[in-house]
């Protein structure tokens, strides 16, 4: 499943589930920019870990939300390598209330980030691809936009404005070669999982049929099938790895 050449971008890189997935690309030789917007130790360390595979990488700091920094990423890797081949939306932030409580800007921050910034980026990138006749987007969306979340409507609607834009935008470049598809991660073990209680984590696992919650590694592998040859049939997808929670 090598992605020798192949240049990759990935959103919000620097931690969590961007973290895994961009080091499993590289696993498989692809050039990886790492996006962050906030702590440029971490994406500087990834960058070198990244390095440390035996492929390349470059970091650019951008707040994909706003439309010409997210244009500015673009152009970064295209001066970089010449090219994008695939690009991972999944960069995204969460500001958790009760809608009674939530304030207008809690809601436009979730949904600038992570909807707007998952658009930003397919807007900058398909002329490219398409010209190119090849390229691969996924998208990092949520179970929560298939059943909802208490607290988190912002959140949950912008996931699901993620699941339309991948859609609508996988036949639109479909006759390109073009291929949109999005990841649904489950409930996941990362810097946000940690702060939960035992008691909140164990209600969880007992939805989950396989009564654990998911890794980093989990969503990054499948991402990483995704962005291979084997993959070249499937567009439009919306793929749950949720450990069974969610059975569509």
């Not at 909807?115 to 987007?137: F, P």
């Not at 007992?206 to 993959?231: Q, W, Y």
């Amino acid at each position: 499943m090598s992605l020798k050449d192949q240049v990759a971008i990935v959103t919000g890189a620097s931690s969590g589930i961007g973290r895994s997935i961009a080091l499993n690309l590289a696993k498989e030789q692809a050039k990886v920019v790492v996006n962050y917007n906030s702590s440029e130790e971490k994406a500087q360390n990834l960058v070198d870990e990244i390095k440390a595979l035996g492929t390349e990488a470059i970091m650019v700091k951008a707040n994909v939300g706003k439309f010409d920094e997210a244009k500015f990423l673009i152009e970064e890797t295209v001066k970089a390598y010449g090219k994008v081949d695939i690009l991972v939306n999944n960069a995204g932030i969460t500001k958790d209330t009760l809608m009674l409580r939530m304030k207008e800007e809690e809601f436009d921050q979730v949904i600038e980030i992570n909807l707007k910034g998952a658009w930003n980026c397919c807007k900058h990138v398909s002329r490219r691809m398409s010209k190119q006749r090849t390229g691969k987007i996924i998208n990092i969306a949520s179970i929560v936009a298939h059943i909802g979340n208490i607290g988190q409507t912002n959140y949950v609607a912008s996931k699901a404005g993620v699941i339309g834009l991948t859609k609508s935008l996988a036949r639109e470049l479909a006759t390109r070669n073009v291929t949109v598809n999005a990841v649904a991660p489950g409930f996941i073990q990362t810097k946000m999982t940690e702060n939960l209680s035992d008691e909140i984590i164990e209600s969880y696992q007992k939805n989950i049929p396989l009564s654990r919650l998911g890794n980093p590694e989990d969503i990054a592998n499948l991402v990483t099938f995704l962005c291979s040859e084997k993959a070249n049939y499937i567009t439009g997808q919306v793929i749950n790895v949720d450990g069974g929670l969610v059975m569509n």
